[in-house]
């Protein structure tokens, strides 16, 4: 059974850090895309970060560029979104899932869609004061 689980979120203050992990089973993270995704009350949820284990590249959303950064740990099978510089914008539910779309084609497309990911966490929640 595929599942994934998100840890890490919390309460900081602006200006701050958070690590977040997403921990999966059931499957090996090197055939996959695993992203990061957030929604933040009364809107959609907005593609963050995503990484091909396979190859290694990498996606972010203009947002977050410069900010965080994701990386993966095959040994571990997790992924991690490194979260410093963190804005009251940023606060939201983050949850990761998985995709066979390469982050490649986030990079051409400029957005990861959540049509292209089939497996979701539950979501940790990160809320930054201001």
């Known amino acids: 059974e595929v599942q994934l689980v998100e840890s890490g979120g919390g309460l900081v203050q602006a200006g701050g850090s958070l690590r977040l992990s997403c921990i999966a089973s059931?499957?090996?993270?090197?055939?996959?895309?695993i992203g990061w995704f957030r929604q933040a009350p009364g809107k959609g949820r907005e593609g963050v970060s995503c990484?091909?284990?396979?190859?290694?590249?990498?996606f972010s959303a203009d947002s977050v560029k410069g900010r965080f950064t994701i990386s993966s740990d095959s040994a571990k099978n997790a992924v991690y979104l490194q979260m410093n510089s963190l804005e009251p914008e940023d606060t939201g539910v983050y949850y990761c899932?998985?995709?066979?779309?390469?982050?490649?084609?986030?990079?051409?497309?400029?957005?990861?869609?959540?049509?292209?990911?089939?497996?979701w966490g539950q979501g940790t929640q990160v809320t930054v004061s201001s």
């Open positions: 899932a998985t995709s066979l779309v390469s982050s490649t084609t986030a990079q051409e497309f400029g957005q990861m869609r959540t049509t292209w990911y089939d497996y």
């Open positions: 059931g499957f090996t993270l090197d055939a996959y895309t």
């Open positions: 990484i091909s284990t396979s190859d290694g590249s990498t």
